[in-house]
């Protein structure tokens, strides 16, 4: 959260776990679905990979001011079917679909987010932006597809 002073402050410390000391015992009582990695939800044993995942799922709501609840309810292709409907940008929308990959080990770690993020930020605004072939959404789902250029 950042505050109206303009400081970065963490909230949600009652989520917390601590890896080196494996506490609590019990991690993942709670949590806000849609952020919650697939491990998460299963109660597994927390790693770092669990908040790239949320980070992902962040990334995708700044995005599209959709909650990642209402994106994430379906299978991983579905998931990145739509964050390609909805965000603009080829490489955000590639970083924040494989943040929230649901195999851990395919998740990139922070430098390469952080990489993507200044290569976006350092673009010049008139340079043409690659745009992701996207998915028209129909009864059945997001099925028909063409490129938005």
């Known amino acids: ?3 109206p002073g303009g400081e970065i402050a ?3 410390m009652e989520l917390s776990y601590s890896i080196g000391q494996n506490l609590p015992l019990h991690p993942y009582q709670l949590g806000t679905h849609g952020f919650m990695s697939p491990q998460q939800l299963r109660t597994l044993t927390p790693t ?3 908040d790239i995942f ?3 799922a962040i990334i995708a709501q700044m995005w599209t001011y959709i909650s990642p ?3 994430n309810d379906t299978s991983f292709e579905e998931l990145k079917k739509r964050l390609y409907f909805f965000i603009p940008d080829l490489l955000i929308a590639n970083i924040a679909i494989q ?3 649901p195999d851990p080990a395919e998740r990139p770690n922070l430098p390469t987010i952080r990489n993507v993020i200044n290569d976006y ?3 010049a605004p008139s340079v043409q932006r690659q745009r992701p072939d996207v998915y028209q959404y129909n009864k059945e789902g997001f099925t028909i597809r063409f490129n938005r250029l």
């Open 54 to 56: 949320a980070l992902g």
């Open 69 to 71: 609840s209402k994106m």
């Open 48 to 50: 770092t990979q669990e």
């Open 121 to 123: 930020k350092r673009a």
């Open 99 to 101: 943040c929230m990959h």
């Open 1 to 3: 959260m950042i505050t």
């Open 10 to 12: 963490l909230i949600d």
